[in-house]
């Protein structure tokens, strides 16, 4: 004779195991997600540069150092020219600082034209000296409304790093400030929602995280909520006044620690000359 589970228990059980997935197992099965960039015209030369882009780490209580290294290895079979850091890299205390800062070490090292980090909300209230400190000790130059020239088969590409817009002093216009006449820049700037103002001083495309993409996501609904200054868009790539904006997902997770039909990511940017089109989905 079968003996079933009362409804309350089945009930019970199902719930269980669909929380377990969200927090213990969707939050760590990173993707490596592939994104294309048009370049203006004039730089040709680019074509085909690679750009490791991370965001939102958020290591702490719920994201480990191992977890950002099993999310960097899926660059492992990717050649990286530059390695490209979204901002919040930890949460909670700048005591992680240093385990965050060591995961990032080794890819930082392997970028052949260097790597440049902005900062993020999360970054800041916990002591920005520290969490810049230990990034700039593993090789990552941090960039406060400030911008670096890289060169690739004899072309310039400027690195534009806007700083955080809630607990930071984001100034755009001091930030392109300086940026050499027909040289094309990328800006770096962790909140997406006033990305207008880099395409207004003539960014070719701006890449972004601090949404998470909602970290939890209902069909036919979308994200079911976002973080002030992340609200007008949430993931994946948005116009913004003719400039293409690509919004990552994020590698880590803050509270709730769950993540639902919206899998962490690390991203490979690939630049192609303007003939090309951007992978927009």
Same mark, same amino acid.
């Given at each position: 004779?079968?003996?079933?589970?009362?409804?309350?228990?089945?009930?019970?059980?199902?719930?269980?195991?669909?929380?377990?997935?969200?927090?213990?197992?969707?939050?760590?099965?990173?993707?490596?997600?592939?994104?294309?960039?048009?370049?203006?015209?004039?730089?040709?030369?680019?074509?085909?540069?690679?750009?490791?882009?991370?965001?939102?780490?958020?290591?702490?209580?719920?994201?480990?150092?191992?977890?950002?290294?099993?999310?960097?290895?899926?660059?492992?079979?990717?050649?990286?020219?530059?390695?490209?850091?979204?901002?919040?890299?930890?949460?909670?205390?700048?005591?992680?600082?240093?385990?965050?800062?060591?995961?990032?070490?080794?890819?930082?090292?392997?970028?052949?034209?260097?790597?440049?980090?902005?900062?993020?909300?999360?970054?800041?209230?916990?002591?920005?000296?520290?969490?810049?400190?230990?990034?700039?000790?593993?090789?990552?130059?941090?960039?406060?409304?400030?911008?670096?020239?890289?060169?690739?088969?004899?072309?310039?590409?400027?690195?534009? &790093?806007?700083?955080?817009?809630? /607990?930071?002093?984001?100034?755009?216009?001091?930030?392109?400030?300086?940026?050499?006449? &027909?040289?094309?820049?990328?800006?770096?700037?962790?909140?997406?929602?006033?990305?207008?103002?880099?395409?207004?001083?003539?960014?070719?495309?701006?890449?972004?995280?601090?949404?998470?993409? &909602?970290?939890?996501?209902?069909? &036919?609904?979308?994200?079911?909520?976002?973080?002030?200054?992340?609200?007008?868009?949430?993931?994946?790539?948005?116009?913004?006044?003719?400039?293409?904006?690509?919004?990552?997902?994020?590698?880590?997770?803050?509270?709730?620690? /769950?993540?639902?039909?919206?899998?962490?990511?690390?991203?490979?940017?690939?630049?192609?000359?303007?003939?090309?089109?951007?992978?927009?989905?």
């Amino acid at each position: 004779m079968r003996r079933w589970l009362p409804p309350a228990a089945l009930a019970g059980l199902v719930g269980s195991i669909a929380y377990y997935r969200l927090r213990h197992v969707n939050p760590f099965r990173p993707r490596l997600e592939r994104i294309e960039l048009s370049l203006p015209p004039g730089a040709e030369e680019l074509d085909g540069l690679r750009i490791g882009f991370v965001t939102d780490t958020h290591v702490g209580p719920f994201t480990s150092a191992s977890d950002v290294r099993r999310g960097l290895a899926l660059f492992d079979s990717e050649p990286l020219e530059l390695l490209l850091l979204g901002g919040d890299y930890v949460s909670e205390s700048n005591l992680y600082a240093s385990a965050m800062a060591n995961a990032f070490a080794e890819p930082a090292a392997m970028a052949k034209l260097g790597a440049f980090a902005v900062m993020g909300n999360h970054d800041l209230p916990l002591g920005v000296d520290r969490v810049r400190a230990e990034l700039e000790r593993a090789g990552i130059r941090v960039l406060r409304n400030e911008h670096a020239i890289v060169e690739w088969h004899g072309a310039c590409l400027a690195i534009v &790093g806007i700083d955080d817009t809630i /607990v930071g002093d984001a100034d755009p216009s001091l930030a392109f400030t300086g940026v050499p006449a &027909g040289v094309p820049s990328l800006a770096l700037w962790h909140e997406a929602d006033f990305a207008e103002e880099a395409a207004r001083r003539g960014a070719m495309a701006q890449l972004s995280g601090h949404t998470h993409g &909602g970290q939890v996501r209902l069909p &036919g609904i979308g994200s079911i909520w976002l973080p002030p200054d992340g609200r007008r868009r949430d993931m994946g790539f948005f116009d913004a006044e003719g400039m293409l904006v690509y919004i990552s997902r994020g590698l880590g997770v803050y509270r709730p620690p /769950v993540r639902f039909r919206c899998p962490p990511e690390v991203t490979l940017v690939t630049l192609r000359a303007a003939s090309a089109h951007p992978a927009m989905r």
